[in-house]
């Protein structure tokens, strides 16, 4: 089985900028590609970022350079750096992983169990 756990998130402010974290853990060969998504009230869960193995990023367009996503492949851990918060990105924040368990296995997406984000003075 493998586990990816998401401390972090809480209350910011607005404008205010908030790191969260995930790290993966439990049967693992190999950690290929990572990311966040978001869920917002009432919508559908959006891909907000994700990275390679080899660090390649891909940002979702209403990003705008706000958010910064890193990993570190030693921890299997995946980062994200999110600026000038806006109340209406009030959401569920999710990290993803797919990951290989074994030698020449499939490749499978986990999830996280989501961590809230809620941007309000």
């Known amino acids: 089985q493998v586990q990816l756990v998401e401390p972090g998130g809480g209350l910011v402010q607005p404008g205010g900028s908030l790191r969260l974290s995930c790290a993966a853990s439990g049967s693992i060969f190999n950690v290929n590609d990572m990311g966040w998504s978001r869920q917002l009230p009432g919508k559908q869960r959006e891909l907000v970022a994700r990275?390679?193995?080899?660090?390649?990023?891909k940002y979702a367009d209403f990003v705008l350079d706000r958010f910064s996503i890193s990993r570190h492949n030693g921890k299997n851990e995946i980062y994200l750096e999110i600026n000038s918060l806006k109340p209406e990105e009030s959401a569920v924040y999710y990290c993803?992983?797919?990951?290989?368990?074994?030698?020449?296995?499939?490749?499978?997406?986990?999830w996280g169990q989501g961590t809230q984000v809620t941007v309000s003075s």
């Open positions: 993803s992983a797919v990951v290989i368990t074994e030698w020449h296995g499939p490749e499978r997406t986990y």
């Open positions: 990275i390679t193995r080899r660090g390649v990023t």
